[in-house]
């Protein structure tokens, strides 16, 4: 007879003790009372005419967040890397050319890149010059690049992709929510976010939708997409965006997750784009103009491209990054972070997304900071 030769871990035996914390990084952000209760709903089935209701409702949310009036609009069950990989491999076939714009770390890839200096963009010109010269089917774009804190300008390149007979696909996983952005007047094709930054909920659903030029590659590609959880046939029928009268089992939803996720549109809704969008920038704005004030100075020199949402801040000189992220953890509570990819070393990166976005919140990273420069060690050279 087999018997356990796995106790029951005495680990388990503790009961789960989870802190309070100031969430002030890159993501994921606070989660209000508000949001954090709707996830605290009972669990139904993830094919009950109520959930239905409110994956119509999520539907309906993000086709606000994004200004897009797209059929094709959904929440995958995952994070911005699972609505990433949604969106390349529905529309990207064997064979097909890719082009990522590299303005930090979310556009690097094995495919054709055209590469911005870190805290630096693309201008149209540079876009245009390489999408005649790789002629890709798909162009990529961080939006919010998190790792830099560049907010990448988009007017006009949805023009030219589509001049180039090229789909045009937009990471705002960092920046949705918390500066303008017009899918359908942008002509965006492709566009996702995550749950976790500016709408305040748990990480685990990441909303996306597709253009109609997008659906037109998606459905008529001559291979199947490499994912059977990500494949958009499946998940359009799950999400009520296809024509079909039922709906059938693909996988099971995260209904908690579902229901955090319409808390935090309900939010931004009530709120307004409009309004949402003034108060990260007079917000950010606020920030900045304190950090200078202190003697520091900011990654992105161009005022215009700063992402309101994360602000990287050049590391100070003579001290120890690490350090300084550490102490303000372990004296303020308060999570903020270090660089990413090219910004390692660089810079520290400071979130104010959604509910954390107040000046209240800003002066407590100052007085954070401040702290910090007075008893991190600084070297003498
Ligand atoms: N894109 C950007 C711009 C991000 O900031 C992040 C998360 N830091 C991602 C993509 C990936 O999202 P996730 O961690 O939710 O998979």
């Given at each position: 007879?087999?018997?356990?030769?796995?106790p029951?871990?005495?680990?388990?035996?503790?009961?789960?003790?989870?802190?309070?914390?100031?969430?002030?990084?890159?993501?994921?952000?606070?989660v209000?009372?508000?949001?954090?209760?709707?996830?605290?709903?009972?669990?139904?089935g993830?094919?009950?005419?109520?959930?239905?209701?409110?994956?119509?409702?999520?539907?309906?949310?993000?086709?606000?967040?994004?200004?897009?009036?797209?059929?094709?609009?959904?929440?995958?069950?995952?994070?911005?890397?699972?609505?990433?990989?949604?969106a390349?491999?529905?529309?990207?076939?064997?064979?097909d050319?890719?082009?990522?714009?590299?303005?930090?770390?979310?556009?690097?890839?094995?495919v054709?890149?055209?590469?911005?200096?870190?805290?630096g963009y693309?201008?149209?010109?540079?876009?245009?010059?390489?999408?005649?010269?790789?002629?890709?089917?798909?162009?990529?774009?961080?939006?919010?690049?998190?790792?830099?804190g560049?907010?990448?300008?988009?007017?006009?390149?949805?023009?030219?992709?589509?001049?180039?007979?090229?789909?045009?696909?937009?990471?705002?996983?960092?920046?949705?929510?918390?500066?303008?952005?017009?899918?359908?007047?942008?002509?965006?094709?492709?566009?996702?976010?995550?749950?976790?930054?500016?709408l305040?909920?748990?990480?685990?659903?990441?909303?996306?939708?597709?253009?109609?030029?997008?659906?037109?590659?998606?459905?008529?590609?001559?291979?199947?997409?490499?994912?059977?959880?990500?494949?958009?046939?499946?998940?359009?029928?799950?999400?009520?965006?296809?024509?079909?009268?039922?709906?059938?089992?693909?996988?099971?939803?995260?209904?908690?997750?579902?229901?955090?996720l319409?808390?935090?549109?309900?939010?931004?809704?009530?709120?307004?784009?409009?309004?949402?969008?003034?108060?990260?920038?007079?917000?950010?704005?606020?920030?900045?103009?304190?950090?200078?004030?202190?003697?520091?100075?900011?990654?992105?020199?161009?005022?215009?491209?700063?992402?309101?949402?994360?602000?990287?801040?050049?590391?100070?000189?003579?001290?120890?990054?690490?350090?300084?992220?550490?102490?303000?953890?372990?004296?303020?509570?308060?999570?903020?972070?270090?660089?990413?990819?090219?910004?390692?070393?660089?810079?520290?990166?400071?979130?104010?997304?959604?509910?954390?976005?107040?000046?209240?919140?800003?002066?407590?990273?100052?007085?954070?900071?401040?702290?910090?420069?007075?008893?991190?060690?600084?070297?003498?050279?």
């Amino acid at each position: 007879m087999p018997s356990l030769s796995v106790p029951p871990p005495k680990c388990l035996q503790k009961p789960l003790v989870v802190p309070h914390r100031h969430m002030f990084g890159p993501g994921p952000s606070n989660v209000p009372p508000r949001i954090l209760e709707a996830g605290a709903n009972p669990v139904i089935g993830h094919m009950h005419p109520e959930i239905f209701e409110i994956m119509s409702d999520i539907k309906s949310g993000i086709q606000y967040m994004f200004q897009t009036q797209n059929k094709m609009t959904l929440a995958v069950s995952g994070t911005g890397h699972t609505a990433m990989e949604c969106a390349i491999f529905n529309t990207v076939e064997p064979g097909d050319s890719v082009l990522a714009a590299v303005n930090g770390i979310w556009g690097s890839a094995k495919v054709n890149t055209i590469v911005a200096p870190p805290g630096g963009y693309l201008t149209n010109t540079d876009i245009e010059k390489a999408l005649s010269k790789h002629r890709p089917a798909l162009f990529f774009l961080a939006h919010g690049e998190s790792s830099t804190g560049v907010l990448h300008p988009l007017d006009g390149i949805g023009q030219l992709c589509h001049k180039y007979n090229c789909l045009f696909l937009v990471d705002s996983v960092a920046s949705i929510g918390g500066t303008p952005l017009y899918m359908d007047q942008q002509e965006m094709d492709i566009l996702y976010t995550g749950s976790q930054k500016v709408l305040n909920a748990p990480p685990g659903t990441a909303p996306i939708s597709f253009s109609e030029r997008a659906c037109q590659k998606v459905f008529n590609r001559r291979t199947k997409p490499v994912s059977f959880f990500l494949d958009l046939n499946w998940l359009a029928n799950y999400w009520g965006c296809d024509d079909k009268p039922t709906r059938v089992y693909h996988h099971t939803g995260p209904v908690t997750a579902f229901y955090s996720l319409r808390e935090s549109l309900a939010v931004l809704a009530e709120e307004g784009l409009e309004n949402s969008w003034e108060r990260h920038e007079t917000v950010a704005e606020y920030f900045h103009a304190g950090l200078e004030s202190m003697g520091l100075k900011l990654f992105v020199k161009e005022k215009v491209t700063r992402l309101p949402t994360v602000t990287t801040i050049v590391a100070p000189y003579g001290y120890d990054w690490k350090e300084i992220t550490s102490y303000i953890m372990k004296t303020h509570n308060l999570e903020i972070s270090g660089g990413l990819g090219p910004s390692v070393g660089l810079v520290l990166r400071v979130g104010l997304m959604g509910c954390n976005s107040s000046k209240a919140n800003v002066d407590m990273v100052l007085a954070a900071l401040r702290d910090a420069l007075k008893h991190c060690h600084r070297s003498k050279v």
